[in-house]
């Protein structure tokens, strides 16, 4: 298929800023793209050829969206699956496949998945509803501290909290959930993986993340992680792995954690760009956004190692203010050396809101590290 | 005045190739953007926040156009300049100022206007009608072989033509023109110097450009230039001083002939992003479409040196080719390494059209400008 020309069609479940970071990268190459989404204020509608309004969770929506596309990929996992099994065997290319997707969706089946596929993750129970879980901890099934998460999708941390005492269970929504033996960590890594049409694999550089203990959102992504080389390439071996075994096509973050004892436990994946790939934009050889399209088009991937040392920071509302967005001090940042913002155009601030990031680059990774710290703790998302 | 805010607006003359990379870089900082263009085709309406059809060169549609805007800038040169001077008078921050566009629309006056400058340029006679040109000649007023160029604006090398015999005159337009001194020279070098409007000021590397010896457009840029340093500094302080007497805001790019005897002559500017200035993309710490939204929007100008080196290939129509347009080939060329295709979505090929530019980077230069070499012989821009 000649993808350079206007009878080829690329549609994208999802107009949110990770769609329209894809959408810029696909001007690169030309490419006539199409969107869905549930609103009409979506950020992406500015960069798309044409724009859908419908629910992603919508059958018809997806499906009539589909049948109009030769390509099909996603900026969210949160899509009505069935449609897009119905389109795949219609001849519609889906990447990320359906399977795939109904496997990531829900986390219980999800952690089967990798442990079906020996594949290293912490040792987890599955329950229907959060209330069995008092009584697995009861009768010794559960050992106190762990983790408790919903297996229905949460976003940005929600739908996990890490229960200390059976106290911590209260008011937690009564659902399927897994309960994960709490393991003791040294690291946050992540792993982005490209894997084209053809197979054709190529990984991006293990990052590290450092999280922020509240909001339990990304702080900073660290490009290259400052690790020892053997547990990196322990790392890559078993994205590599995770990419295979779900026979992926386009770019899969795999986020994984190194344990005490320097064992990789994969924590969990996203068949998409993601939040640690961010720094690639200024970074690396080949932005994550233009090798997902390389990807799932199945033209050659580009190289994924990197130019310089990258750290991003996302950019949240700060605690206490809600309403109109300022973003104090940006000025201030842009004169600090090797620094890109990259503002979302969200309107409105709220805590903890994911409202831009900011990408520092730098021959020395230990000086962007340290911009970087600066950058922190100079910008502020606040409200008029 | 806050620029992250959607009160602030910013203009844009022209809505080419030009003006859409430069949106992309808007983004970032969620600028709202309104572009002019006479085209309802035109490239940049696929990332603007507001499109208005009308003529650049039409005192009122330009006018009204930046009677709607904070800032106001352009990505082409040919607007109509009265519309930019009222519009300055009235408070408008209009960036080129209209001033320097009004020298610059004229080939002899931008001439003069060095000459005025104490800035290197090669010896000139300007006449009202080429007819004059013959009989200068004869009187030995001129003397042969020389540069004739049209004083008004011409695109991509049209206007100018290498005078050897008297005859090489007919057919040439009888407009207002200048004769130049035909200086040999090794290299033709460029320097984009930004400059903010509260003064602010960062050059660019020294790149090379090779020119395609039939179209006189250029085929290479290689950057760094592979010129020895002491002749990069002088062409970096005359583009400096260039800027400054325009006192300049925004990009200038300063496009220089090295001569054998390695004095740097400047040859002519355009006072925005620019053909030379494409690989900043990916070898720059800071994109030239970032650089000149930092400087028109007084924002601190990011980092100009290069993060690997870069050689810029332009895709233009090939000869023999009308119609349809065909990348042909271009999967092997993004097979190969640091290779990044921008193409510009022109539907319809001609010879020597400008349909897009491919980057290649590499931590070596030579190797970069290696593959460039490949990506040149490989790909085809043809019609079906």
Known sequence: MNYFSSDFKLGILGGGQLGKMLLYN????????????????????????????GDLMDYDAVYNFGKQVNVLTIEIENVNVNALEDLEKEGVKVYPASKTLRTIQNKATQKLFYVDNAIPTAPFSRFAYTSEVKEAINNGGVTLPFVWKSAQFGYDGQGVKIVRTIADLDGLPNVECIAETLVPFKNELSVIVARSASGEVKSYPVVEMEFHPEANQVEYVICPARIDAEVAKKAEAVALKVSKSFNHVGLLAVEMFQTEADDILVNEVAPRPHNSGHQTIEASFTCQFEQHIRAILDLPLGRTDSKVGGVMVNLVGAEGYTGNVIYENIDAIMKMEGVTPHIYGKKQTRPF????????????LNEARRVAEEVKKAIKVISA
Request: proline share 2%.
């Open 26 to 53: 696909t001007r690169k190459f030309d490419i006539n793209t199409s969107i869905l989404d549930g609103s009409n204020e979506a950020p992406s509608k500015i960069a798309c050829n044409a724009f859908t309004l």
């Open 353 to 364: 809101r994911k409202m831009g990031h900011v990408t520092i680059v730098n021959e020395d």
